[in-house]
């Protein structure tokens, strides 16, 4: 008598809410596959009691955006947005060049605390968990002149606190306490944690 092999489930679709490309890289380099749908929430519109507490809710926001979507139907949307902490005032992207410039001289020398606000949906049966992960990060002290070529480069608009861990300004950043992937934009453990409130382990997404 012949046995037919054990099929294996299929694997769940993932659905990162988010257009960083630094997210799909960790993610990617963690043997994840998602697929990106971006949410077009208006982050403006939001407003938290407390840093940590606005980054849950943009999180919380651009997942739900998405988790509705026709075509994220039966998958899981992970959602995250980052915002820098820097004397109780949360910092998103800077608007302009000029902003860039003036959040970079106020935090040379000092720390600051990078809040990850991450939430998973199970579009399956609507199960949802979310939290944030915070590091503090200890900046150097560039110059005003390498303050102006960051700012030229136009990476400084393009990210929450107006630098990152893994681009140009790593530089001018002397030191962290926490989790690396929460400043670059997505904690991995926070993940695995919020994914096994769901009930999905991580390790039954790996592509």
């Not at 739900?64 to 949360?90: I, M």
């Not at 001018?172 to 904690?187: H, K, M, P, Q, R």
Request: with cysteine; proline share 6%.
């Amino acid at each position: 008598m012949s046995h037919a092999p054990p099929s294996s489930a299929p694997a769940r679709r993932l659905i990162l809410a988010s257009q960083s490309p630094a997210r799909l890289g960790l993610l990617r380099q963690a043997g994840l596959a998602p697929e990106v749908i971006v949410s077009g929430v208006d982050e403006d519109a939001l407003t938290a009691p407390a840093p940590a507490d606005l980054a849950r809710v943009l999180a919380e926001a651009k997942a739900a955006a998405v988790a509705a979507r026709p075509e994220a139907a039966g998958a899981l949307v992970v959602g995250c947005d980052s915002v820098l902490e820097l004397d109780g005032q949360a910092f998103g992207k800077p608007a302009d060049a000029e902003e860039a410039v003036a959040r970079w001289t106020s935090m040379r020398g000092r720390a600051g605390v990078l809040h990850t606000g991450q939430c998973v949906i199970d579009t399956a049966d609507g199960a949802l968990a979310s939290e944030t992960a915070s590091t503090t990060v200890r900046f150097g002290t560039p110059s005003d002149a390498e303050i102006a070529a960051y700012v030229a480069s136009g990476e400084p608009l393009r990210v929450a606190g107006a630098f990152t861990l893994d681009g140009r300004s790593a530089p001018f950043v002397d030191g962290i306490e926490g989790n690396a992937g929460t400043v670059i934009g997505l904690s991995l453990p926070l993940l695995r944690t919020l994914l096994a409130r769901v009930g999905t382990g991580i390790t039954d997404l790996w592509a």
